[in-house]
Nanobody, 125 residues
Framework: VQVAESGGGSVQAGESLRLSCEVS??????????AGWFRQAPGEEREVVAT???????EYHDTVKGRFTISRYDAKATLYLQMNNLKPEDTAVYSC??????????????????WGPGTQVTVSS
């Protein structure tokens, strides 16, 4: 399984970005039944931003609710994170993780998922 993120960049506060996570796997939908986006800022611990489970039920970190949307497009084996109204505190390396899990949680993904190398998001004020 290979995972690759893209779409990061440098933006001003209030602007938007859409991150993509392409998954290469024999059975994408099974392998990615649980998927999520994480971020890690310098000097901080990695935190889960959003998750989506096999029934496309989504969960979000409180700090991004109403601004970020996680989604997937199975035909392209791709996971997305639409980020609107970005704030300087959203600056971090964003990574996606996927795994076949019966209990889809950020903690489970962090421990057992397949990871990409990450993409940098920088938001200036």
């Amino acid at each position: 399984v290979q995972v690759a993120e893209s779409g990061g960049g440098s933006v001003q506060a209030g602007e938007s970005l859409r991150l993509s996570c392409e998954v290469s796997a024999i059975n994408y939908r099974y392998t990615s039944s649980c998927a999520g986006w994480f971020r890690q800022a310098p000097g901080e611990e990695r935190e889960v931003v959003a998750t989506i489970d096999d029934e496309d039920i989504t969960e979000y970190h409180d700090t991004v609710k109403g601004r970020f949307t996680i989604s997937r497009y199975d035909a392209k084996a791709t996971l997305y994170l639409q980020m609107n109204n970005l704030k300087p505190e959203d600056t971090a390396v964003y990574s996606c993780s996927v795994m076949s899990l019966t209990s889809c949680t950020g903690a489970s993904l962090a421990k057992m998922g397949y990871w990409g190398p990450g993409t940098q998001v920088t938001v200036s004020s």
